[in-house]
């Protein structure tokens, strides 16, 4: 799959040299292989013009757009939710499913408008929990033989991925994203030769996963951190959000003219936003790979020189330095205020990568972070919930869950265990 040799490069002195090293490029080709996508579909999306284009669809107005209708579905899930339950006091479910079942229908019918997502989940969970093996480098015989039902399921969402953005076209363009639109509009333009209809349902599904395969998992994270935080703590950020996004993340809809008004409030919720950080400093785990395409010499922090040779591939794990005592102190305990403004310096701050940097940094990472607000809004503001097992155990001696060893290096891995909650809604 990659390069014959491999170097890893974990010191944060000397990472940022190789990310926005000209050197360095992205080895498309291994990427494609996850989703079916040939690697001219992805690659159409890393040239400047291009990257421009649908970057800029993640952010500003645009952005603000995307916001206001998550808010509006991750709401309408919450209402079906409670009509479910109407004759039930306490719900109990696992803590990651409970954050499945807020993000995966409102990012979706966000993104893609008016469809049933829940059509197509159990296949969407199966390819999401083992996406990793499409990354080892089997031969095609193995996956035939041993992951068929993996294929099968891929392919399913591949096909309704497609079909489902190419028919009744008036109704989705009514519903869709903007930015949805945009790219499937952009691969249609390219002749059938060079992009076919399943490279284009191929890159729906690297982008549906994208939208969803991480920021799930942060999700029950900064939960699971939150939930063993202090009531005052808790009261804090409960009374910043009824402040400043209240009536966003009320039941009621609002006017349209005022919902991007309440999407900028988000950024004046700096306790949230710093316990949404922290969290991510904690659990972020994304390697960045890179391949060299010229004979490149890196300057190490003990002064001596990395020889790199051409072809060679570049693992960086820029996420090393979230852990650097000198960098963060008391770098594995949770402070929900480390990342307060008034409490960082420079260093922490150009230490703090979840979303990777350089040129290829996430273009999705405000979109990202605002759909992590959103969900912790939404749920300390309608929801009391609680850990079901050992509820009355001090929450300094509740066991972190482990990561999903198989899922570190692709951004945020998910639990290896669940944590059992019960919810109830106000």
């Known amino acids: 799959m990659f390069s014959k040799t491999m170097t890893f490069v974990t010191d944060s002195h000397y ?102 997502p829940l059509s197509f989940e159990r296949e969407y969970r199966m390819f999401d929990s083992n ?102 703590t808790m009261d804090l950020i409960k009374q910043e959000i009824n402040q400043y996004l209240s009536p966003l993340t009320g039941y009621d809809d609002i006017e349209e003219d005022d919902k ?25 785990t994304a390697m960045i790979i890179r391949r060299c395409s010229s004979d490149t010499k890196i300057i190490l922090s003990n002064t001596k020189t990395l020889e790199i040779p051409k072809n060679e591939t570049v693992v960086l794990f820029p996420c090393a330095s979230h852990y650097d005592p000198h960098i963060f102190k008391d770098p594995f305990v949770y402070k929900y205020d480390r990342f307060l403004p008034t409490n960082l310096d420079v260093k922490q701050k150009r230490s703090f990568l979840p979303f990777g940097g350089g040129r290829f940094v996430c273009p999705g990472r405000y979109m990202a972070k605002n759909t992590i607000k959103l969900s912790i809004a939404f749920i300390l503001q309608h929801l009391e919930i609680e850990f079901l097992d050992n509820r009355h155990q001090a929450s300094e001696t509740r066991k972190i869950p482990d990561f999903q060893i198989s899922r570190i290096g692709y951004g945020i891995a998910p639990p290896r265990e669940e944590h059992k909650i019960r919810y109830r809604f106000r």
């Open 260 to 284: 991007d008004h309440r999407s900028d409030q988000l950024d004046k919720c700096i306790y949230l936003d710093s316990a949404i950080n922290e969290t991510l400093r904690l659990v972020a």
């Open 131 to 232: 996406i990793h093996l499409f990354l080892y480098p089997y031969p095609a015989f193995i996956f035939k033989q041993f992951y068929s039902w993996l294929i099968k399921a891929k392919n399913f969402l591949i096909e309704q991925l497609y079909q489902r953005q190419h028919q009744d076209q008036d109704r989705l363009n009514e519903t869709r994203s903007l930015f949805v639109k945009m790219i499937n509009d952009l691969m249609c333009e390219y002749p059938e030769q060079a992009i076919t209809t399943k490279d284009i349902g191929s890159f729906n599904l690297a982008l549906l996963w994208a939208a969803i395969g991480n920021t799930t998992p942060a999700v029950y994270w900064t939960l699971f951190y939150l939930l063993n935080e202090s009531t005052e």
């Open 15 to 116: 990472w940022n040299q190789i990310h926005r090293n000209p050197s360095f490029m992205l080895p498309t080709e291994e990427m494609a292989k996850a989703f079916d996508a040939n690697s001219l579909t992805l690659g159409l999306f890393e040239t400047n013009d291009l990257a421009h284009g649908y970057v800029r669809y993640l952010q500003g107005k645009e952005l603000k757009q995307l916001t206001a209708k998550l808010a509006q579905h991750i709401r309408q899930t919450l209402i079906s939710k409670r009509l479910e339950h109407t004759h039930s006091n306490w719900i109990e479910c696992g803590l990651f499913k409970f954050s499945h079942m807020l993000i995966f229908e409102s990012v979706i019918k966000t993104l893609y408008g008016d469809i049933d």
